[in-house]
């Protein structure tokens, strides 16, 4: 496992209960999407993965995580598409025994400058056989795989499927995205890549309190006075332990919080433009209709229906799956007293899921009924949705 003083920081039980999410699919050869809002930590929970020297525990199959990065592909040739996986495990030698070092060395260096796609794909190939023989697992550990999504060919999405078909018992894929692949601008382009990726996701989000903890003593620990226990539990309640919030939080603690009686950090915090520009990214994260949910849970009003037993695809259902809606004995709950406050000073954000009234055609988004509407845009309307 390649690792650094980073990485070294980090406890090894951080996000535990995602980790042993993440290692039950890669210990039966599944593969699978790290899904986080922005802010939510999602990246450097994979580097973590990757680097951290107990991340993972021992296992009877040894498992190689190999981080890649498509979205500095200098072109969009299949060659160089080769040449930059080949170069991931180049860059990830020291982890490797020193037999395997040779064979991902002269691959590597034979192919690096080699325009034909056929010269890297056999260098490849002929890797993953020496992982086989060896009975070790490679896990290619793919962040921010939606804005590669946003520029891959199909050739590019089918190449990492097949690979995946020829080397089942060797080759699975953890992919890093800020939404549900199901929202991919175009989802097709992953062609039966998709059917690897829909069964598995593991949801980042706010963190627990051992690793908020963890986080304000590493964010506070040069600070000219120190956080008090209350302090922290301050920090982390407001900002239900969210990653970006929190460490921004942090950030204005060592600048003014400790002047701030603590009974106006929220107000406070609210008012400062960081944070605030942390809670709109959050809340652009969200779609139209869970927008709009979080927008009725404000009033005191709204009952929505089956507290206790929300339908799976349901917006209730995908908010507490993402970590934003915590479910109590009484109600649900946002996470995060300032996003709650947010959401209250900005009542008109979030207009709701467009659906057309069952044995009717009268269009609704969200509770209104949409009634400015050209016939040409009805009939669309009642078309697509239908």
Known sequence: MQHNRLWEKYPPTYRAQEVQTVLQWIQT?????????????KSNFLGFLCHHPQALPPHETAIQLIPIDFNILPDRSLATFYRVILRAFYETQPQFTTQLQVAIHEPYQSTKDKRDPFLPQRALRELLLQFRQRQQRVVLVIDRFDDFCEHATPAMTNTLRGLRD??????CYIMGLRHDIAYLSDPTILGELYELLDLHTCWIGPMSKADAQHLVHQETHLATRTPTNKMIDTLINLTGGYPALLKTACHWWQQSGTTIPQAQWANALLANRSIRHRLQELWDGLDQEEQHTLSQLQTPTFTPQNKHAPDQDSPIQRLLDKGILWQTDEAWQLFSPLLAKFIAANPIQGRGKLWVEPGSAIVHQGDTVLQDLTQLEHALLVFLLR
């Open 29 to 41: 050869g599944n593969s699978g999407s790290v899904v986080g809002l922005p802010g939510s930590g």
């Open 166 to 171: 020829h080397f089942k018992d060797t080759l």
